[in-house]
């Protein structure tokens, strides 16, 4: 079941879309960066579900890739079967959202680090 992250108004009434795209807003809506538009796109997730975590006093954020044709977090990848598989793991500094890691899930072998974070 899909667990989609929204950032709350500042009185805690509505959702921000803006901050909540700046946060988590695929880049590219999912598109290969060589067809993304430069225009406002509807709001397409990074990833289905989203998970938070704190390591050394700073947050993260991690999901799957949506796969399936989708682009990963720059904009390629998009023909990768196996991008589905891929666990990206976020941070958030200076407003600016970026991709640090991202671990292969391997049913056989739970989650394997690809290091570095693809660029």
């Not at 805690?12 to 060589?34: L, N, W």
């Not at 044709?69 to 976020?90: I, K, M, P, S, T």
């Amino acid at each position: 079941m899909p667990q989609v992250a929204y950032v709350a108004s500042d009185d805690y009434k509505t959702i921000d879309d803006s901050k909540t795209r700046k946060f988590f807003a695929h880049p590219t809506a999912g598109m290969p960066a060589s067809q993304a538009s430069m225009s406002p796109a509807p709001f397409s997730p990074i990833g289905d579900s989203v998970g938070f975590f704190k390591f050394r006093d700073q947050f993260y954020f991690d999901t799957f890739f949506q796969g399936n044709g989708w682009a990963d977090f720059e904009g390629h990848r998009e023909n990768q079967l196996d991008l589905r598989y891929h666990l990206a793991v976020f941070h958030r500094e200076k407003n600016v959202t970026r991709e640090v890691c991202e671990y292969l899930y391997d049913p056989d072998r739970s989650l394997v680090p690809i290091l570095p974070a693809p660029q």
